[in-house]
């Protein structure tokens, strides 16, 4: 029992870790998308220096169903949704698309004398 409420919170540690690095790492290497492959995932998670033993969290998170299901460690008892939910429970949305400027109030006051 004890072991297992240990496993968890790592897990759960390993899962903040991918949330806040992984995504940021893979729209700077690859660009913006939803889904990247396993070996896009897997550099960009050596490069975030994210623990290889939960890389498992970056296939789920990044990749479909059936492709998590043959480069995801066979050993691990963890299941597709579950390491998922986990990734986005700690996912911060950043927006995709560029920051709208602002405007000034007056126009005038920032263009130069003509």
């Known amino acids: 029992m004890m072991?297992?409420?240990f496993r968890d919170i790592l897990l759960r540690r390993a899962a903040?870790?991918?949330?806040?690095?992984?995504?940021?790492?893979?729209r700077r290497n690859h660009g913006i998308g939803?889904?990247?492959t396993a070996d896009q995932i897997r550099v960009a998670?050596?490069?975030?220096?994210?623990?290889?033993?939960y890389l498992s969290i970056?296939?789920?998170?990044?990749?479909p169903p059936d492709e998590f299901r043959i480069v995801?460690?066979?050993?691990?008892?963890?299941?597709?949704?579950?390491?998922r939910s986990l990734f986005f429970r700690y996912y911060v949305y950043e927006s995709?698309?560029?920051?709208?400027?602002?405007?000034?109030a007056n126009p005038d006051a920032t263009s130069?004398?003509?």
Do not use: I, V, W
């Open 3 to 5: 072991f297992s409420r």
């Open 16 to 26: 903040r870790k991918f949330a806040h690095r992984l995504a940021p790492q893979l």
């Open 34 to 36: 939803t889904l990247y």
């Open 45 to 53: 998670a050596g490069a975030c220096g994210l623990p290889s033993r």
């Open 58 to 63: 970056g296939y789920a998170a990044f990749l």
């Open 72 to 83: 995801a460690d066979a050993g691990r008892r963890d299941s597709y949704q579950q390491l």
């Open 96 to 104: 995709l698309s560029p920051t709208p400027r602002t405007t000034p």
């Open 112 to 114: 130069r004398n003509r």
